[in-house]
C-alpha cells in the first residue's frame, strides 16, 4: 500500500509541481490502517469459515494467515477489537481527508471499506465464489483507488493519466494474491473456497499468472511509449529477468515450497517496479 500512494502523491507533484506533506502522510495513515484492516478480517472471517483451520491440517498447503486465531494464541475478541480499533483509524484519515480536500473522497474510503470487509464476509464473500472477482478488487483496492485517491488528495483533480498509472502497480499486486493462492489451494479446494487455482488447477492457474505478469510488464512499456511515464522507467522490465526465472522452475505440478518461492519473486518483482516508477517520476519532475 505504500507504493500506490507514494506513486500517486509523487505523480501529482511530477505533473502539476503539487505535493502536500502533511496530506500525504495522513493518506498514508488512513491506506495503511485500511490494508492492516482488510488483512485482520481476512484472517478473522477465514478462521470463522474454517478455511485457516483446513490449511494447518493440510501437509500440502503452506498457511498465510497470521496463526494468531487458528494456533489459538490470541481470542477471537481482542483480535476482532484491533481489527475494528484499524478500521476506526481508517475512516477518521478518510473523513478528515474528506473534509480538507473535498467530499468526493468519501467514494474512495467507502469503496475500499466494502472491498476490504465483503470480500471474505457473508454475505457476498466474494473472494470465495471464483469467477475473477477477487482479483479485480485487488486490482482496484491497490492499484486504482490509492493512486488516484492519492493524486486527488494532492491536486484535487483526476485526469486520465493518474488512472492510467494504476495499472501496473493493480497488476502486479493481483499477481502477488494470485500466486499467493497456489500456497494452500488445496486447503481451500477442501474447506469451500473457489478461487481461480481451485476451479482451473494448477496448469490453468499457471498459464493465467504468467500471462498477468507480463501484461503488468506490458503495461509499462505502454504507459512509457504514450508519455505517462518517462521514457526512462523502461529500466522497471529489468525485474521480469527473475521472475522469469522463478516460472522457469516450476513444472506442471508443484510442491507448495516452490510456489513460496514464485510468492517471493513476484513480491520482489513489485517493489522494484515500483521503486522504478518512483523515482522515474520525482526525476521527471525534478528536471
Known amino acids: 500500500m505504500i507504493l500506490p500512494i507514494t506513486m500517486g502523491s509523487v505523480a501529482a507533484y511530477a505533473w502539476d509541481g503539487t505535493f502536500h506533506l502533511f496530506f500525504f502522510l495522513l493518506t498514508l495513515i488512513g491506506a495503511l490502517a485500511a490494508h492492516l484492516f482488510s488483512n485482520m478480517i481476512n484472517d478473522l472471517w477465514d478462521f470463522r469459515n474454517g478455511v485457516d483451520t483446513q490449511a494447518e491440517k493440510s501437509e500440502e498447503s503452506i498457511s498465510t494467515n497470521s496463526r494468531l486465531l487458528a494456533n489459538g494464541k490470541v481470542g477471537e475478541g481482542p483480535f476482532a477489537f484491533v481489527t475494528w480499533a484499524l478500521f476506526v483509524i481508517a475512516f477518521v484519515s478518510g473523513l478528515l481527508l474528506a473534509i480538507l480536500r473535498g467530499w468526493e473522497l468519501l467514494l474512495f474510503a467507502i469503496a475500499g471499506g466494502l472491498i476490504a470487509y465483503f470480500y471474505v464476509a457473508p454475505p457476498l464473500k466474494f473472494g470465495y465464489r471464483g469467477k475473477g472477482y477477487s482479483e479485480i478488487a485487488i486490482f482496484l483496492a491497490f492499484g486504482v483507488l490509492p493512486i488516484t485517491g492519492s493524486y486527488f488528495v494532492m491536486t484535487r483533480s483526476l485526469p486520465m493519466e493518474a488512472f492510467l498509472l494504476s495499472i501496473p502497480i493493480g497488476l502486479f499486486t ?38 498477468l505478469a507480463a501484461l503488468a510488464f506490458l503495461s509499462i512499456l505502454c504507459l512509457s511509449v504514450i508519455h505517462v511515464l518517462p521514457w526512462y522507467a523502461i529500466v522497471a522490465l529489468v525485474a521480469a529477468i527473475p521472475l522469469a526465472s522463478a516460472y522457469r522452475k516450476l513444472g506442471s505440478t508443484n510442491k507448495s515450497s516452490v510456489y513460496g518461492q514464485l510468492m517471493g519473486a513476484s513480491l520482489k518483482a513489485t517493489t522494484r517496479t515500483g521503486i522504478v516508477i518512483v523515482v522515474s517520476l520525482l526525476i521527471y519532475g525534478i528536471i
Open 174 to 211: 493481483t499477481l502477488i494474491l494470485f500466486n499467493h493462492h497456489f500456497l494452500h489451494w488445496r486447503a481451500d479446494q477442501e474447506a469451500g473456497k473457489k478461487t481461480l487455482v481451485v476451479l482451473w488447477g494448477e496448469k490453468g492457474g499457471l498459464i493465467f499468472s504468467k500471462s
